[in-house]
């Protein structure tokens, strides 16, 4: 039970899924009967992102990608995030679209709670100074590029060499993150409040092929040693090229994602044996 409930909403629909829109429409009419406050807009409008700030709690409606974008945006101002699943897996999502009205009704009397999520801080350094950083909720993923040829990253811990993964890439994920590409690639499965860092090779050869679990107080560097492609992508999005000699260097995040949960939180593992089932992006090229 939440002692303050929540008067003023933001939400964001992905302008990919044809009822997003709609959706939206609905909520944001029915808080408002309710005498709170509700706006609503796409997640790729950059002025409602920087004016989002002014809410208690934002609304996801999508998949988890969207989920992903929402959430961190919450990070930055301590902003709690409901995610609605209008996607095919929504792992990440508490609330299936049919189940609005009612969820609606228990936030608004402050009937829920709230879910604390790591997050990682990654920096790309070039010749010692830093290109950008970034903040990541589900993962760092680097790869090689169309060449089929691995990469060799050389690893450390804490300023301590651990190996020289020579591999097709290496992720370095959260545990929002464990059950992603780091799981696709034959990870450990991490509780979602753990305060852990992952890492995990991508069909590592003739070095260090198992996960690492280490903790939230790690700063992890890889340097990129590479004659031909490397990319890195922060949680999904467009990739950006890595030269020789580059840096990455991996620690906690000061941000912390905060997701709204109707359910306890038993029901990640019922979530998790339910998608192991039966994995619904199966069908996406139906």
């Known amino acids: ?17 044809k009822e997003s829109l709609g959706l939206a429409e609905e909520i944001a009419a029915f808080i408002k009967k309710q005498g709170a406050v509700a706006e609503y807009s796409s ?9 989002a700030s002014e809410a208690d709690m934002l609304i996801a409606l999508g998949g988890d990608g969207t989920m992903l974008r ?3 945006l919450g990070a930055f101002n301590s902003q709690p995030v409901l995610g609605i699943n209008l996607g095919r897996l929504g792992f990440l999502m508490d609330v299936q679209p049919q189940g ?18 790591l997050m990682l801080h990654v920096a790309h350094c070039q010749n010692g100074v830093t290109l950008r950083a970034y903040e990541i909720l589900n993962e760092l993923a680097i790869s090689r590029g169309a060449v089929v040829r691995p990469i060799r990253l050389q690893t450390a811990v804490d300023d301590t060499p ?3 993964y020579v591999a097709d890439g290496l992720i370095a994920s959260t545990p929002t993150g464990s059950t992603a590409y780091a799981l696709a690639v034959g ?3 991490l509780a979602p409040e753990a305060k852990s860092i992952l890492l995990v090779p991508i069909a590592p050869h003739l070095c260090m092929d198992r996960a690492l ?15 031909h492609q490397a990319l890195f992508s922060a949680d999904g999005q467009r990739s950006t090229p890595l030269q020789d000699q580059d ?20 029901d990640f593992y019922k979530t998790l044996a339910d998608r192991m089932v039966k994995n619904p992006a199966a069908d996406k090229a139906k």
């Open 162 to 164: 651990l190996t020289t």
């Open 100 to 117: 609005w009205p009612g969820v609606m009704r228990r936030l608004l009397c402050g009937e829920y709670r709230l879910e604390e999520r």
């Open 187 to 189: 990870g450990p499965i």
């Open 1 to 17: 039970m939440i002692e303050n409930p929540p008067k003023h909403f933001v939400i964001f629909h992905h302008p990919k899924v």
């Open 43 to 51: 997640i790729d409008d950059e002025a409602k992102r920087a004016s």
């Open 213 to 227: 679990i280490l903790p939230p107080e790690t700063v992890v560097e890889v340097t990129i040693r590479t004659d």
């Open 70 to 72: 929402v959430g961190r």
């Open 247 to 266: 840096v990455l260097r991996v620690r906690a995040s000061q941000h912390v994602a905060r997701f709204v949960r109707m359910t306890p939180p038993t």
